[in-house]
């Protein structure tokens, strides 16, 4: 059905067609109302059973009347027949469906009823089975119907089969068979990802010593601290990487009788600008619902539904945080590091693309074959240097290495610059996608610029002064700045690292939309100068906001401006947008501006 | 590891040219030319084809009214005459087939629901015997969803279900933490998603995976920048999007693996300028019966 070219007939052609289908449609539809009425009837005899045989011949989709044919054939085993008969009739059946995959290849409608027969016929032949899907694997190497089917029959032999590894060698071995015919057989490789595992994992049985050395050598995520906003009664929990989160964590708080009772509220991830970019962050923030002041909080998180971004993970363990206000000044907010917190600080563990299930190797082993990769790519790419899969391959490699070895600044700094490299030479070799490149480069560059933003150091209790409804980080920066200008980023990877700054200069770049602003509740002024801004978004929470330059963007409307700030939360606040097209419109007043956004300035 | 990164290098851009005439590029779309094609579609009673395609022809509503929704044409086709349609394809337990007198199965249970929410008629049928089936559906060990009582497995029938409930705010019916795990099974290498566990990763089980992981608030358990690299590879040089490397392109994949970004943030990541290109000519040159205009309509929709 798919690429079929649609060619206009002439009419004399149409006519004759249609000449001859006519006879064609009133038999098809006389066998069809033929075959539904005696199922109607419930009538389960021959007769109906090749009634069905002459329309699936035809139409192997019309599901229905498979189900009809199965239940003809429960009906004939059922009464007296012997195990050789049902044996027969399967059989017959097996070759029928045979027949009809001939001309249809891609029916699921197929395949399904011919597991249907080996999994109710008294002797599945299995081997014969896989012989059959060998072929057809033959006639096309790439049709999923027969591969899912070849992994149902192996699951199947491996059940009577006790050698079990020897299956999964024997199917790995087909895999290199059929990538040796075609290099680029997806469906192969794809299989090969699935039995590596496997393999390993059987050729691990005997071998329990290198576990231990695994789980030890996995990187942890750590809680950089928490504290509680009372002002706002919020807790606020931030991570030293990217986690994604599904409520698994408990907020509670003792009473008198020292039971812990829990406190209802909801988390959100100070992040992103999509509703997936939304699940992950480096901050969570728990709003709790009622509005009492706490002495002390007790969060627990538990293990479910945590998982670091971009990455498969285990919990270690539950872990209890304790976010005490000291007696004497309720408005002093600690920010306590890990080794003040509970017990077991680190609260997970996370396996990096290199999974422990695929080799079992140390930290160190790994490091030191991802150096090796990268060369060999490295080797590779000098000899194609026009391939843009060795390029794409080398930025997973480089990304995987700076992930999961523990490298200091300037090891950093030359991966992402390495990094920043490679996308400028994919943007020309691959002009498709050249915004996911720009956006991997954005990644990189600021991913640099942020490293060791957001510090603690293990020996020494870092202050958050929180005074006059604001939080000073530290009595050095008394108004946190973050500047990344004239850098084509294209997007802001991880926002919630912001969420301290309050002075914040993007100028000149390709940003497209503000929404990532959202949360950053501390932002006094922002500047947006000459970005590709069609839209204010993400803004109209943000409290203490002041200033805001969207100055030559690419803003159409004076909706466009307006829609950013209904439901304005702030006070007064300068607005400068000059060197957009929709200043020229004077149709700004005729909108309906809400009372809060009397307080916004519109400056030129 | 190293021939993992060969394969990567060896799926170069071996992209098979479509056999698109030489025709002039459109520049618009023809949207009296569709509305008046999904109207003739239930009049074609002279190509065999039409009686051979039966058992679509519920899916086939939805997809020609979904199109002419977008085409602001809802009323192109008689709404008591859908509803009445639609109605009639139901059974005793709640589930619809695919045609009046076809067997009850999910896929059409599903597409009975969407179209009676287009058309705003869900009071016209027994809304919780619709729940019952499709709860019915899940096994509760695994987490997955057979599409009838034969017992087929597979994503499809999970998003399905998942989209069914969460339209008639019953999600509450199902297991949906093992629904999601099972669907999570079916994770693979390139962050995709197959039919079942061990599948290979194919656009429109992906579009199944990520949209059910949407409704039910766990997109966080998608690699988005890794499947999002996936899907955007998924363009070919002539604009249009195939559904699995080395494949051709075609109408449908424009929205498969176009939802796909869209729910994962990263539609900027395929060009848009192209693929509106290709679909534009495709007007003129491919067919697929009659999901061209849906597919058409909801990819340029994105895209826009």
């Known amino acids: ?216 050598e996995i990187r942890h995520i750590s809680i950089l601290g928490a504290y509680y906003d009372s002002q706002n009664y919020q807790i606020i929990l931030a991570f030293d990487d990217e986690i994604g989160m599904l409520t698994p964590f408990q907020v509670a708080y003792k009473n008198d009788t020292s039971q812990l009772n829990i406190v209802e ?53 539950n872990i209890q945080m304790h976010c005490q206000l000291p007696e004497q000044n309720k408005d002093t907010l600690i920010l306590m590091p890990p080794q003040t917190v509970a017990e077991n600080t680190t609260i997970l563990s996370t396996a990096s693309r290199f999974r422990e299930d695929i080799l079992p190797m140390t930290m160190q082993e790994r490091i030191n074959l991802l150096k090796r990769e990268i060369a060999t790519v490295k080797e590779l790419q000098e000899i194609e240097p026009e391939s843009k899969w060795c390029l794409q391959t080398l930025l997973i490699l480089l990304r995987e290495l700076k992930y999961i070895s523990e490298l200091n600044t300037e090891e950093s700094k030359n991966i992402d610059e390495e990094v920043i490299t490679i996308c400028d030479q994919l943007i020309n070799i691959d002009k498709i996608r050249t915004k996911r490149f720009e956006d991997l480069r954005s990644r990189a ?91 204010i978004n993400g803004v109209n929470n943000l409290r203490f906001l002041r200033v805001l330059n969207v100055q030559s963007n690419l803003i159409e409307s004076w909706e466009a401006v307006r829609n950013g700030f209904v439901k304005w939360q702030g006070g007064e606040c300068k607005v400068y947008v000059s060197g957009n097209s929709f200043i020229n419109e004077s149709d700004g007043k005729k909108l309906k501006w809400e009372k809060e956004m009397d307080k916004i300035e519109f400056c030129y | 590891m190293i021939n993992f990164y ?94 009046i007198g076809h067997d009850p199965h999910l896929l059409y249970t599903h597409y009975a629901v969407l179209i009676l929410q287009i058309e705003d008629s869900l009071d016209a049928v027994n809304v919780e015997k619709i729940v019952e089936y499709v709860a019915s559906r899940q096994d509760r060990q695994t987490g997955a969803f057979t599409g009838d009582e ?52 194919h656009a429109a089980q992906i579009f199944c ?22 899907l955007c590879e998924r363009q070919l040089k002539n604009g249009g999007l195939n559904g699995r490397p080395e494949k051709l392109e075609d109408v449908c994949y424009s929205w498969w693996v176009l939802s796909a970004l869209s729910i994962l943030g990263r539609v900027h990541w395929i060009n848009k300028e192209k693929l509106t290109d290709f679909i534009l000519t495709a007007q003129v040159s491919f067919t697929h019966l009659f999901m061209i205009g849906n597919f058409h309509l909801k990819a340029l929709l994105l895209t826009a």
Not at chain 1, 130 to 152: E, I, P, T
Not at chain 2, 211 to 222: E, P, Q, R, Y
Request: aromatic share 10%; glycine share 4%.
């Open chain 1, 1 to 216: 059905m798919h690429g079929r070219k649609r060619v206009k007939p002439t009419a004399e052609v149409e006519k004759l067609r249609k000449e001859k289908e006519a006879s064609k449609i009133k038999e098809y539809n006389g066998i069809v109302a033929a075959c539904l009425e005696k199922k109607n009837k419930c009538e389960f005899d021959n007769e109906a059973f090749i009634l069905t045989t002459k329309i699936l011949s035809q139409n192997p989709d019309f599901y229905t009347i498979w189900n009809f044919r199965r239940s003809i054939l429960l009906n004939e085993i059922s009464e007296d027949c012997s195990e050789e008969e049902k044996q027969q009739k399967f059989s017959s059946e097996l070759l029928f469906l045979q027949e009809v995959f001939r001309h249809n290849p891609k029916s699921y409608w197929i395949f399904n009823h011919r597991q249907w027969c080996l999994d109710t016929m008294p002797n599945p032949d299995w081997k014969s089975e896989l012989d059959l899907v060998s072929k057809m694997l033959d006639m096309d190497a790439r049709n999923f119907h027969g591969w899912n089917y070849r992994r149902y029959v192996i699951s199947k032999l491996s059940c009577i089969d006790s050698n079990a590894l020897n299956l999964s060698k024997t199917e790995f071995d087909f895999t290199t068979a059929k990538i040796n015919q075609n290099f680029s057989n997806y469906s192969a490789w794809h299989q090969r990802s699935k039995l590596l595992p496997k393999l390993v994992e059987d050729e691990q049985l005997g071998d329990q010593g290198k576990k231990p050395l695994i789980d030890q």
């Open chain 1, 445 to 535: 560059i600021f991913e640099t610029a942020t490293n060791n933003l957001i510090q603690v150091s293990p020996n020494a209790q870092q202050e958050i002064i929180f005074r006059d409804n604001r939080l000073f980080m530290s009595e050095k920066s008394q108004l946190p700045t973050f500047t990344l200008t004239n850098r084509n980023l294209t997007i802001i990877p991880t926002p919630s690292i912001l969420l301290h700054i309050r002075i914040l200069d993007l100028s000149y770049n390709k940003l497209t939309s503000t929404i990532f602003l959202s949360n950053l509740i501390h932002l006094q002024e922002a500047d947006f100068r000459d970005n590709c801004i069609s839209s």
């Open chain 2, 150 to 201: 034969w017992g087929e497995i597979d994503t499809r029938f999970s998003y399905s279900a998942i989209s069914c409930l969460s339209l008639l705010k019953r999600l509450d019916a199902i297991d949906v933490k093992k629904a999601t795990e099972f669907i999570m099974l079916c994770k693979n290498f390139d962050g995709g998603f197959g039919s079942t566990p061990g599948a290979e990763s």
């Open chain 2, 209 to 230: 995976c990520v949209g059910a992981l949407a409704i039910v608030n766990s997109l966080h358990l998608v690699d988005a920048d890794l499947l999002g690299w996936w």
């Open chain 2, 6 to 99: 060969h394969a990567l290098a060896g799926f170069s851009g071996v992209s098979f040219m479509a056999s698109t005439e030489k025709t002039e590029r459109p520049s618009e779309l023809f949207i009296d030319l569709h509305v008046k094609y999904i109207q003739s579609l239930d009049t074609k009673k002279d190509d065999l084809e039409y009686w051979l395609t039966e058992h679509l022809r519920l899916s086939g509503v939805y997809w020609g009214l979904t199109a002419l929704d977008l085409m602001n044409n809802v009323d192109a086709l008689n709404k008591e005459e859908v509803v009445k349609y639609v109605v009639s394809c139901q059974h005793d337990n709640g589930g619809f087939g695919g045609h």
């Open chain 1, 265 to 317: 509220g909801h988390w959100r991830s100070v992040s992103g600008s999509s509703d997936v970019d939304r699940m992950h962050g480096f901050v969570w923030i728990f709003t709790l619902n009622i509005e009492s002041s706490f002495n002390e909080l007790f969060v627990t998180v538990k293990p479910e539904w945590i998982v670091p971004s971009n990455s498969e993970v285990k919990l270690v363990s």
